[in-house]
């Protein structure tokens, strides 16, 4: 302590009894520190450590004691050493230090200078981090579990945004929707199949909402639409770093992400061979690793998956594993295209002229030429086909009412005419002529949408032609 120090030192405890304190009770107010202390002399060489610093730091002083700070740091008791650095740079010092026990402490090294300048002791200050490093590790968890949640929420949101009730009347239809309410109940693997557009994505919501996993996430992935190089990325996640471009934090892949929940795994049949085989470990073990991870992680996950391919034929032609087919087939729910539940055709047609009214703000209404037109179409992209053709005429119609000539002419008026009984074979000509009665009939209604106009047009009254159109259709008039 310098003379100035020691003039301060006496003046600020003039008359105090600090002065009278015995080397014992400095010793056993410096062993009963807090903080770790460690005294070195001019040398490094270590003359002292309190019990503080054995506890912090996980070292034992009979390791320490007597020993040089550049014999420790060399055989590795330490990673650097205050002490050092402060007799290269004759100034306070604060680093991080980890030890052999794998502690790590944040140290303070200050010089203790003779009259000369010179450095005759170094005293090191030594506070726990580690605690605080597994605070920071914890916090870090937390966020990635928050995220999580998050991004769950937010699929959620996203999948209800897109979700609305099932429309079906046909009895075939109500025997799927009764068939998937029965497997909803119980915990197993569905294979949902059928053509494009029939509406598989709305059985699998179906099941999941029936089902005891309904509180939790509903995921979709079109195994179709991801790219061969993200794909296993995408379901699996990485750790960050795993490729060049990832997110420096790695990714949750949606497996993880609907953890507890539902993953509906639409188009299986794209997924690529090497996929496959990790698909079927995620079903038969539960559990996946991240790209570039080696840790691996238990998820509990309900598979719904669909396909409008031919799986078994897949599997013939080894483009499908066959282990992973009979993994997905416990339960397969086949949804018959909309030609063969021609039942849902017109409530279908009343439900999306109902939620297109609403989106662009009209008020419109279709004819019943047009419904049966709509009725003997073949629909070869059923319900998603159905529904955007609704939207076109809606858009597009000049009129409050959509008539038949309104409908697209490639799609459906040519089908309505290869479909109609008109001119087939075998006819009689009574039969053909009622016909062609029931066509123009129902043309001329369309055209002037009430009775007596349609009626003026073809020359008849309006009983007359309320009376023959009750014998073709049982089916209430358009009035104005």
């Not at 909402?209 to 190089?229: A, E, L, Q, T, V």
């Not at 032609?317 to 087939?329: A, C, I, Q, S, V």
């Not at 009750?470 to 358009?478: A, D, I, R």
Request: glycine share 6%.
């Amino acid at each position: 302590m310098s003379d100035k120090e020691l003039l301060e030192f006496d003046n600020l405890y003039k008359g105090k009894k600090v002065m009278d304190l015995t080397m014992k009770q400095l010793y056993q107010i410096i062993e009963n520190s807090y903080d770790g202390m460690y005294i070195t002399d001019g040398d490094a060489n270590t003359l002292f450590l309190n019990k503080s610093y054995e506890k912090i730091t996980g070292m034992k002083r009979n390791d320490m004691i007597g020993k040089n700070m550049r014999y420790l740091v060399e055989n590795k008791y330490l990673s650097q050493s205050g002490t050092l650095l402060v007799l290269e740079s004759k100034k306070n010092v604060t680093i991080e230090q980890k030890f052999k026990t794998g502690k790590t402490v944040l140290v303070s090294s200050s010089p203790v200078f003779n009259d000369n300048g010179e450095i005759t002791l170094v005293v090191t200050n030594v506070r726990n981090v580690t605690e605080l490093y597994e605070l920071k590790e914890q916090v870090k968890k937390n966020m990635e579990l928050t995220e999580k949640y998050y991004s769950q929420l937010e699929g959620i949101r996203q999948q209800l945004l897109k979700f609305s009730d099932i429309i079906a009347k046909d009895e075939k239809m109500l025997n799927t929707l009764e068939m998937a309410k029965k497997v909803a109940k119980v915990d197993t693997t569905v294979l949902l199949l059928g053509e494009t557009g029939v509406g598989k994505e709305k059985i699998a919501k179906y099941i999941h909402k029936n089902s005891m996993r309904n509180n939790k996430s509903f995921i979709k992935i079109d195994c179709g639409s991801i790219p061969r190089n993200l794909i296993e990325s995408e379901l699996f996640g990485y750790e960050k770093g795993a490729f060049t471009g990832a997110n420096k934090e790695g990714k949750i892949g949606l497996f993880e992400l609907a953890d507890g929940g539902s993953i509906f795994l639409d188009e299986i049949g794209e997924l690529p061979l090497d996929m496959q085989v990790k698909l079927l470990r995620v079903l038969q073990e539960g559990e996946i690793k991240r790209v570039g991870g080696t840790e691996v992680i238990r998820i509990d996950v309900r598979v719904i998956a669909a396909t409008n391919r031919n799986l078994k034929d897949m599997v013939e032609k080894k483009t499908f594993r066959e282990d992973l087919y009979y993994r997905l087939n416990v339960v397969p729910i086949k949804i018959l295209p909309l030609r063969e539940r021609k039942d849902d055709i017109e409530p279908l047609i009343e439900h999306f002229l109902c939620v297109f009214n609403k989106k662009y703000n009209f008020n419109k209404i279709i004819t019943p030429a047009a419904i049966d037109s709509l009725k003997k179409y073949k629909w070869p992209g059923n319900v998603r086909e159905l529904k955007n053709i609704i939207e076109r005429v809606i858009i597009m119609s000049s009129g409050n009412k959509i008539l038949r000539s309104d409908l697209p002419i490639k799609e459906v008026w040519d089908s309505d005419a290869s479909n109609s009984n008109m001119w087939k074979d075998n006819l009689t000509l009574k039969e053909a002529v009622e016909n062609l009665e029931e066509s123009i009939i129902e043309s001329s209604l369309e055209k002037h949408g009430n009775v007596r106009d349609a009626a003026k047009e073809l020359g008849i009254n309006a009983s007359t032609l309320v009376r023959k159109r009750k014998k073709y259709k049982n089916k209430p008039v358009l009035q104005k």
